[in-house]
């Protein structure tokens, strides 16, 4: 049983795929904009050893590092500024670039060099007297270079004004001198592009996902009043198939006036039921799927569909019954637990096709019975998880028999139709012959063009069981 489920599951691949093609395409370009929007950032630092330990000699030293002026004196001369701005614009620029808009005025080239030196730069004064230099840049090798040479150069600046200095409290404190250099980091600093990319992935998938579903239980809450019935084209492209009338040959089906006085006898017999199932066997995979139902609700569809499967499952057939007629003390019974779950728990998503698929204790047939909740078979005609269930065991089985209320006029019948089933009209013995005609017409008009009639026996028939 677990491997018919498993196998479901694989059949409905195409399905899921379908649905999951734009999330998918839609977490493929937010993790690209992402990518571009988030570059990596490298942290380097280089360390000064202390040239004073008073208040005053740290403030200094922290000011004149990070005063613009000196700034630009350390990127005079050097390739660093255009080193700095060469290798990725900014995050606006990039959000510009990408979408065609135009970027921000730039101001001069120093101008910006400048800002995004403001941007990377953190100077620190540690407990310990150390002057520690910090740079972020989207380049490791480019991180370690200007640190070192925001170093080199507050050093070189220290000497050219003497080897020795006088701090506030008027000993005379060594100058500054290096005590780490700066080296390119192996890693950027978290978090890196890969797990923002990542992330915005996952939320555009997360978020497209969503959407669909909200649209999908839209769509299945709102009438379909602009649906139309496809029932033109059915009749011009694929002409309604009158298949043979089995049990039809007697005067079992009367005219308007002899309905009244007409004996009647059993005509489901075992000879009849042959034909049937001979009929179905027949017709090959264009019986794979196979729908009961009759004009009105009567216990015959239920006792039809049953006899047809377990018939058809005699012979080495793998046949699941599954019961649409929610309404059927027939159909009920054919579980020992009456609270089992069935189609309605498959149709609500609570159950899935390994706990909805029983075995028949009286045949070999497979049976999914009507299932907990909802009891109106009208409701759940429509939906279109009803044909998603119907197309996944018609690809396992060979012989996937509906027991279904009378289709004639209901809501979403033509979703059945476009399954291309072998339709069974069910007609009682003694209906006037204008009243077959006639459910017969309304069938068609739904767009069912395979339909097969057959008159079954009256209620108090025994009912041929499998061996």
Not at 107 to 119: P, Y
Not at 274 to 288: F, N, T
Not at 337 to 361: K, M, N, Q, W
Request: overall charge neutral; aromatic content about 4%; glycine content about 6%.
């Amino acid at each position: 049983m677990r491997q018919r489920a498993r196998a479901l599951l694989v059949r409905s691949g195409p399905y899921m795929r379908r649905n999951l093609l734009l999330p998918a395409f839609a977490a493929l370009l937010a993790s690209g904009v992402a990518l571009q929007m988030a570059p990596p950032r490298y942290a380097a630092e280089a360390l000064l050893l202390a040239e004073g330990r008073g208040a005053g000699a740290m403030s200094s030293r922290s000011q004149i590092i990070s005063s613009r002026e000196f700034a630009r004196q350390v990127l005079e001369g050097r390739d660093l500024g255009a080193r700095l701005l060469s290798p990725r614009p900014d995050a606006s620029g990039r959000f510009a670039s990408l979408f065609g808009l135009p970027a921000a005025a730039p101001g001069s080239v120093d101008s910006q060099t400048l800002r995004a030196v403001e941007k990377g730069l953190t100077v620190t004064e540690r407990r310990d007297g150390q002057t520690a230099i910090s740079f972020i840049a989207p380049d490791p090798k480019l991180s370690a270079d200007i640190a070192n040479a925001f170093a080199d150069s507050y050093l070189r600046l220290r000497q050219e004004k003497g080897a020795f200095n006088m701090d506030p409290a008027g000993p005379i404190a060594m100058a500054a001198r290096p005590a780490m250099r700066a080296v390119p980091a192996e890693a950027p600093l978290a978090p890196s592009p890969r797990v923002i990319g990542l992330a915005a992935a996952a939320a555009a998938f997360g978020l497209v996902l969503a959407l669909q579903a909200f649209a999908r239980r839209r769509r299945n809450s709102e009438p379909e009043a602009s649906a139309t019935p496809a029932v033109p084209q059915l009749a011009s492209n694929e002409p309604t198939q009158h298949l043979p009338w089995i049990g039809g040959a007697s005067n079992d089906i009367v005219s308007d006036e002899e309905a009244a006085p007409a004996p009647r006898r059993r005509v489901a017999s075992d000879a009849e039921l042959a034909d049937l199932s001979r009929l179905i066997e027949l017709r090959g995979d264009a019986a794979r799927l196979v729908v009961v139902t009759g004009p009105t609700s009567d216990e015959g569809i239920a006792r039809c569909a049953l006899s047809l499967g377990r018939s058809l499952a005699s012979v080495e057939r793998r046949v699941v019954i599954v019961c649409l007629d929610m309404l059927s003390p027939l159909l009920e019974e054919l579980t020992a637990d009456p609270r089992a779950p069935g189609l309605t728990d498959l149709l609500f998503g609570v159950a899935s096709f390994s706990d909805a698929i029983h075995r028949e204790a009286a045949s070999r047939c497979h049976v999914i019975p009507p299932g907990r909740g909802a009891r109106d078979a009208n409701g759940l005609i429509a939906t279109d998880r009803l044909t998603l269930i119907l197309s996944a065991l018609e690809q396992t089985y060979d012989h996937v028999v509906v027991a279904a209320p009378p289709l004639g006029g209901a809501e979403g019948a033509e979703r059945l139709a476009s399954l291309k089933p072998t339709l069974i009209l069910v007609t009682q013995p003694g209906m006037p012959a204008t009243d077959a005609v006639e459910a017969f017409d309304e069938l068609a008009a739904a767009g069912f063009s395979d339909i097969a009639m057959v008159t079954l026996a009256p209620p108090d028939a025994a009912l041929p069981r499998a061996a």
